[in-house]
C-alpha cells in the first residue's frame, strides 16, 4: 500500500515538474520570438555622411533588426530623414537616430547653424553670380572676383578663384528649402501630444518650417573662418559686386590652388595682344666688293 501511494506521488510530482517546465518553456519560447524572431525596420547610412551634410536619398538604406536590437531613437522609414541635415558625422552601416539629424529651419533661426568658431557673412548676388538662383542651403561654392588695380604706373587687370570649398548657410532667408521630415522627432512629438497641437504631418511641418522660401534672393549667407571673412569683407570693400560663386559637388572636398587669369590667358599665344605688331624685314644691305679711301678711311664701293 505504501508503495503504491509513494509511486502515485512520483508520478504526480514528475507531471508537475513536466508541467512547469513545459509553461517555462513556452514562455521563454514567446519572449525569445518577441525578442529575436520579430523583426523592425532599421534606416542606416550606405555611405559616410559629413556633418551638416544635407542626406540625400543615396545616402541611407533600410534594413531588418530584431526586436532586442532597436536602439531608442530608431527610424524606419527613409523617406523620414531625407532631406534632413546630419547634426555629427555619420559613418558607413551607422544607424540613423532621431537624435543624429537636426533641422536648420527651426527654434532660434540661424545662429545655432553656425560652427563653433565659424562665423556666418552675407555676400550680394544677383542671376549670374549665384548660378541662375539655383544655389541652396547646404550646397558647397567656390568664390572668385575680378580684381583691376595699379602696379606702379601699370594697370592689371586679374580674375583670381581666391576662396573653396564654402558651405552655403542660407540663400536669401531661406535657411533650409524644405522642412525635414525626420528632424527634431521629440519636437514633433511634443506637438502632436499638445492640448492645443495636431497630428497631421503637414501641419506640424508647417509649424516647424519657419523660414521663409526665397526664390530669387538678393544675398547668400556663408559659413567661414574669421580669417575668410576678413578677406569676404575686404574684396566687397575694394572690389564691390565683382564676387561670383561656383557651384560644386557636395562630395567634391579637393583644394586646387588655381593661378589667376589675365586677358593674356584668355586670347592665347596666337593673339594680337602677345605677338603684338609684326615687326618689318630688315633691310639688305648691298656686300661691297671693293673699297676706296676717303682720307685715312677704308670705305667699301657698292
Known amino acids: 500500500m505504501l508503495e503504491r501511494r509513494a509511486f502515485l506521488m512520483s508520478v504526480t510530482l514528475s507531471v508537475l515538474a513536466m508541467y512547469l517546465v513545459y509553461q517555462y518553456i513556452s514562455k521563454e519560447d514567446e519572449r525569445l520570438t518577441d ?12 555611405k559616410d555622411i559629413l556633418q551638416y551634410e544635407t542626406i540625400r536619398p543615396t545616402d541611407v538604406e533600410t534594413i531588418r533588426v530584431p526586436k532586442a536590437m532597436v536602439p531608442p531613437g530608431l527610424i524606419g522609414d527613409a523617406s523620414a530623414v531625407i532631406d534632413a541635415v546630419a547634426a555629427v558625422p555619420i559613418s558607413k552601416g551607422e544607424q540613423i537616430l532621431d537624435n543624429k539629424i537636426i533641422s536648420k529651419n527651426v527654434y532660434s533661426g540661424l545662429d545655432t547653424q553656425v560652427s563653433i568658431s565659424k562665423r556666418a557673412i ?3 548676388v544677383n542671376v549670374k553670380s ?4 539655383m544655389i541652396r542651403p547646404g550646397n558647397r561654392v567656390d568664390l572668385g572676383a575680378f580684381f583691376e588695380y595699379k602696379e ?14 564654402v558651405l552655403v548657410l542660407a540663400s536669401g532667408t531661406t535657411i533650409q528649402q524644405n522642412p525635414p521630415k525626420g528632424v527634431d522627432q521629440n519636437i514633433r512629438r511634443a506637438v502632436a501630444q499638445d492640448p492645443g497641437g495636431t497630428t497631421d504631418e503637414k501641419e ?8 521663409k522660401q526665397d526664390s530669387i534672393y538678393q544675398t547668400v549667407t556663408l559659413e567661414v573662418t ?15 559686386d565683382n564676387i561670383h560663386l561656383m557651384l560644386r559637388n557636395s562630395d567634391d572636398r579637393k583644394l586646387d590652388r588655381r593661378p589667376t587669369t589675365n586677358l593674356r590667358d584668355v586670347m592665347g599665344p ?7 605688331k609684326k615687326r618689318p624685314a630688315p633691310r639688305l644691305v ?17
Do not use: C, H, W
Open 35 to 46: 525578442q529575436y524572431a520579430t523583426f523592425f525596420p532599421m534606416v542606416v547610412a550606405s
Open 152 to 165: 606702379g604706373k601699370t594697370s592689371i587687370n586679374e580674375v583670381k578663384i581666391f576662396m573653396q570649398d
Open 286 to 302: 648691298p656686300r661691297p666688293k671693293f673699297y676706296d679711301y676717303r682720307g685715312m678711311s677704308r670705305v667699301g664701293v657698292p
Open 226 to 240: 574669421p580669417e575668410q571673412a576678413q578677406i569676404i569683407v575686404y574684396v566687397l570693400s575694394v572690389f564691390a
Open 204 to 211: 506640424i511641418d508647417e509649424l516647424l518650417n519657419v523660414a
Open 270 to 276: 596666337d593673339s594680337y595682344l602677345v605677338k603684338g
Open 130 to 133: 549665384s548660378v541662375g538662383y
Open 122 to 124: 552675407s555676400i550680394p
